[in-house]
């Protein structure tokens, strides 16, 4: 199982981006699926989650900013962020919680990250 995540980039304050990030390989279902996000010297942390089912979660900093949505279709999800500021600047890693087949339990992937920088 790959996951592939995309849509970072430069943005000025009070800009927007969208991050996308896509599941492949051998997949029977998805459970919850979320984004992190790790600045420098800092540790890992939890930006948004949202389950199969659509529920979402997000983080106080993101609150009314970033909305976390999903396509189960596409065994995707997807990150918009509107409103940046300088302290989101980051690289946001996507993570699925995978099933690979009917019987197995849920295994976690991530993806490889991808830079958000929020920079005049």
């Known amino acids: 199982v790959q996951l592939q995540a995309c849509g970072g980039g430069l943005v000025q304050p009070g800009g927007s981006l969208r991050l996308s990030c896509a599941a492949s390989g051998s997949i029977f279902n998805i459970d919850d699926m979320g984004w992190y996000r790790q600045a420098p010297g800092k540790l890992r942390e939890l930006v948004a989650t949202?389950?199969?089912?659509?529920?979402?979660t997000h983080a106080d900093s993101v609150k009314g900013r970033f909305t976390i949505s999903r396509d189960n279709a596409k065994n995707s999800v997807y990150l918009q962020m509107t409103g940046l500021k300088a302290e989101d600047t980051a690289v946001y890693y996507c993570?699925?919680?995978?099933?690979?087949?009917?019987?197995?339990?849920?295994?976690?992937?991530w993806g490889q990250g991808t830079q958000v920088t929020v920079s005049s």
């Open positions: 993570n699925a919680k995978v099933r690979r087949t009917w019987y197995e339990s849920t295994s976690p992937y």
């Open positions: 949202i389950t199969r089912g659509g529920s979402a």
